[in-house]
């Protein structure tokens, strides 16, 4: 039972880094109706800017550096290159963000090098105790601030003009702009949030138990895309609920491996996209999709 | 007041290698309600995007005319930039934002406004009187309405942005009779507070109730124009728009002849529909 309390812990913390993940990706969707592949990439520099600038300031001020760059590399893409390709086919706008994808993986591994670097984060590897459970620090400074951005974007977006306009424009965006919504605005800040989101998701993908940041961190977001999947891709519950449903599955799945030996190692890194494939075969549009989206 | 409030000259606009609209003049008068008549795929629609700059969402653009506002040119700006100029479309088919609330929809109509806090509430207040149900509806999902009250919710949603023209397309469509009685007084009454109105309708009878002026669109060009009573009585509109016998019309055919000067060329319009 102890073992299992911790697992769950463990799982919600996790899953709730993925939400964060997985809301940005979310949100970048409804608002500019595209698949951002670039997500990944997102992740990793705003990453790579917090540890680059953790050489020159104190934790936080570094953690708020790579928040901004990726935030402001967000709105780069979004004006630099989806923009211009308004009123393409939605498919052709997902390759393109392949396309970034990769020069940006590219560029930041080339960077990166085969170095690890850490944040050296106030948390380090201590653990707490609670009763007769024992979780890493960095596992429960995850959850309450994924739990506390996670609130603070929802009550954003439902009570400030900025939530307003994007669920405006998410629902139908021809009608937004005749509202006077400024959809190249909404998208910009979709594409900022996304890329802050991710940011501080990349912090607590590189704490203790990881080693740190490296250049295969950026693929850790690959499992926002079954969360973001599996609770429907426009919907910002679907996103919290999915992630969750992601990062419980994986710590299940790696805490009780030895349980699970007959399906092979590694069965942690499966688990997830094996729920997806279940959770799309009874409703295609996820847990928390609209049902027409088959026009994407 | 002689000065023209909202004046489209010349305006052609297509979508890619089809043209939706040729050389179309319509002027709405400060103040006035002005309507816009004819058939499916007359071009209606498409003058309204044009004034809205929402052709782009169709993949269309303007290629000649001029839209001017209060003697500013519009055509080409954003949708935003045209909002904030004081014009306002109610689209066609009502397209209130289902998953939200009243309150949230008619909080989204006055994002474009210009006006801060102060101005919204006052905005909400004139609105609400006007549609008292909204009020009481405020936390329904819009999309639970009925479809009267959601055309209501959607020109309430424009009004929130205190528009000085309010376009408005097809409001009547879908909805019962008594209904669309009662969005035509609304109409008016919007327009007795000081709003100008362009009025996109199939339903002549009740467009030409209402407004002061009139074109009727025939293959994205204007067959006819003038005030709403010359169209009203002329032998063409009663014929085809507003069903009345064609007998019953000789004695109007002067009247009727009056507003076929805008056409140039003189052809009666009748050819028009065979000759594009």
Redesign the interface.
């Given at each position: 039972m102890t073992v299992f309390s911790e697992l769950l812990i463990i799982g919600v913390s996790l899953g709730s880094v993925y939400a964060l993940i997985a809301l940005g990706f979310v949100i970048i969707f409804k608002s500019t109706e595209v698949v951002n592949f670039a997500h990944a990439s997102l992740l990793l520099a705003g990453g790579y800017a917090a540890v680059q600038a953790r050489e020159h300031m104190p934790f936080w001020l570094a953690l708020l550096a790579g928040v901004v760059a990726a935030a402001l590399l967000g709105v780069a893409l979004e004006f630099l290159v989806i923009r211009r390709y308004r009123?393409r086919d939605h498919s052709v706008l997902a390759i393109v963000t392949i396309g970034l994808d990769i020069v940006l993986l590219t560029e930041l591994a080339r960077q990166i090098g085969p170095d690890i670097f850490s944040y050296r984060d106030p948390w380090g590897s201590r653990l707490i105790e609670l009763g007769s459970l024992t979780i890493p620090q960095t596992r429960v400074a995850a959850l309450i601030t994924a739990a506390a951005l996670i609130g603070i974007f929802l009550l954003a977006f439902r009570f400030t003009?900025w939530g307003?306009?994007m669920?405006?424009a998410a629902?139908?965006?021809?009608?937004?702009?005749?509202?006077?919504?400024?959809l190249g605005w909404v998208s910009a800040s979709a594409w900022a949030v996304a890329g802050a989101l991710a940011a501080v998701a990349a912090l607590f993908l590189s704490v203790f138990p990881t080693t740190g940041l490296d250049r295969d961190t950026g693929l850790v977001a690959l499992k926002a895309f079954p969360a973001a999947i599996i609770g429907g891709l426009d919907s910002t519950t679907g996103a919290l609920v999915g992630g969750l449903v992601v990062g419980i599955t994986e710590a299940m799945a790696t805490g009780y491996q030895n349980d699970l030996s007959f399906l092979g190692s590694g069965i942690g890194e499966l688990a997830p996209y094996l729920v997806m494939v279940l959770v799309l075969l009874a409703r295609p549009a996820g847990l928390f999709g609209t049902r027409e989206l088959s026009r994407v | 007041m002689g000065a023209a409030a909202l004046r489209v000259q010349g305006l052609s606009a297509g979508y890619g290698p089809v043209r939706a609209l040729s050389g179309v003049t319509v002027e709405v008068p400060e103040g006035a309600v002005t309507a816009v008549l004819g058939g499916n795929g007359a071009g209606k629609s498409t003058l309204l995007r044009a004034i809205s700059g929402t052709l782009r969402f169709h993949g269309g653009a303007i290629t000649a005319g001029t839209v001017e506002f209060g003697g500013r040119r519009l055509d080409g700006r954003a949708p935003a930039r045209i909002v904030a100029a004081g014009i306002v479309q109610v689209p066609e088919g009502r397209q209130v934002f289902a998953r939200m609330t009243v309150a949230d929809n008619l909080r989204a109509g006055s994002l474009g406004a210009a006006g801060g806090r102060a101005a919204e509430r006052r905005a909400r207040e004139r609105v609400l009187e006007l549609f008292p149900v909204l009020a009481e509806r405020a936390r329904q999902r819009a999309g639970l309405l009925s479809g009267g009250e959601q055309q209501m919710l959607a020109m309430g949603r424009a009004l929130m942005a205190a528009p000085r023209l309010l376009l408005l397309d097809e409001p009547s469509l879908g909805l019962a009779p008594m209904m669309a009685a009662r969005i035509a007084d609304t109409v008016r009454e919007i327009n007795s507070q000081g709003t100008s109105v362009l009025l996109v309708e199939q339903n002549a009878a009740l467009a030409l109730k209402v407004a002061t002026h009139a074109v009727v669109l025939e293959n994205g060009a204007v067959a006819l124009s003038g005030t709403a009573s010359e169209l009203a009585a002329s032998d063409e509109v009663r014929r085809r728009y507003l069903g009345v016998g064609h007998e019953a019309g000789s004695e109007d055919t002067a009247a009727g002849a009056a507003v076929f000067a805008a056409h140039a060329d003189g052809a009666p319009p009748t050819l028009r529909r065979w000759s594009a």
């Open positions: 009123g003009s307003v306009s669920r405006a629902e139908h965006r021809e009608t937004a702009a005749l509202m006077g919504i400024r | -």
